[in-house]
């Protein structure tokens, strides 16, 4: 499964060369562990392409206060995953879950 979101604020840490986090987003986790595997592509707008995005090789529950039971995913950047356009069925929450049949 793959996924887009929408991420105007820029809520990206550099883990190290290639590898990055995202979050805090209200997902459940075992629709966050679906994913694990998949691409994720960041949008600034839902109709705009996506300026940022990767494949998630994994993904945490915040513990600290402010953001706790939220799900951090970790990524690798693929620039493939930039300049990417969905079309503007299927999002709900900022966010759009595209499965693989």
């Known amino acids: 499964m793959d996924i887009h979101m929408i991420e105007p604020l820029n809520h990206f840490v550099k883990l190290q060369d290639n590898m990055w986090e995202s979050g805090w987003w209200s997902i459940d986790e075992s629709k966050a562990k679906e994913l694990v595997g998949g691409e994720i592509y960041f949008h600034k ?13 994994g993904y945490r ?3 600290a206060e402010q953001y706790q039971g939220k799900i951090v995913f970790t990524l690798q950047y693929n620039a493939a995953c930039r300049n990417v356009k969905t079309d503007k069925h299927g999002w709900s929450k900022k966010m759009k879950i595209i499965g693989h049949d």
């Open 45 to 57: 707008k839902q109709q705009e392409p996506s300026f940022f995005g990767g494949s998630i090789t």
């Open 61 to 63: 529950i915040e513990q």
